[in-house]
Nanobody
Framework: QVQLMESGGGLVQPGGSLRLSCAAS????????MAWYRQVPEKERELVAR???????NYADSVKGRFTISRDDAKNTVYLQMNNLKPEDTAVYCC????????WGKGTLVTVSP
């Protein structure tokens, strides 16, 4: 019914930047809050950033000032601009949309390493 697909992950050195994208497709007939999460194996999934239907945003304390979430509703796409990346940012990043139920992307791997 609804599919989310992330892209933009990769390997980057500390202090570098990446821009993640999450494109939603399928049975979408409105604008919904979307969010980015990240997960490290054997660790709890962490909410990284959220953007509401009106463009309000909030962030995990660990990424404030470094990450920016945005959306393009015409494209049903949400972005995560990640600057000044740190090794502890290494994780699989997944996007989520709630449209009657949670829809998740498969994730894109971000590795921050010298």
């Amino acid at each position: 019914q609804v599919q989310l697909m992330e892209s933009g992950g990769g390997l980057v050195q500390p202090g570098g930047s990446l821009r993640l994208s999450c494109a939603a497709s399928g049975r979408i007939f409105g604008i919904y809050t979307m969010a980015w999460y990240r997960q490290v194996p054997e660790k709890e999934r962490e909410l990284v950033a959220r953007i509401t239907t009106t463009g309000n945003t909030n962030y995990a304390d660990s990424v404030k000032g470094r990450f920016t979430i945005s959306r393009d509703d015409a494209k049903n796409t949400v972005y995560l601009q990640m600057n000044n990346l740190k090794p502890e940012d290494t994780a699989v990043y997944c996007c989520k949309m709630y449209i009657g139920m949670d829809y998740w992307g498969k994730g894109t791997l971000v590795t921050v390493s010298p």
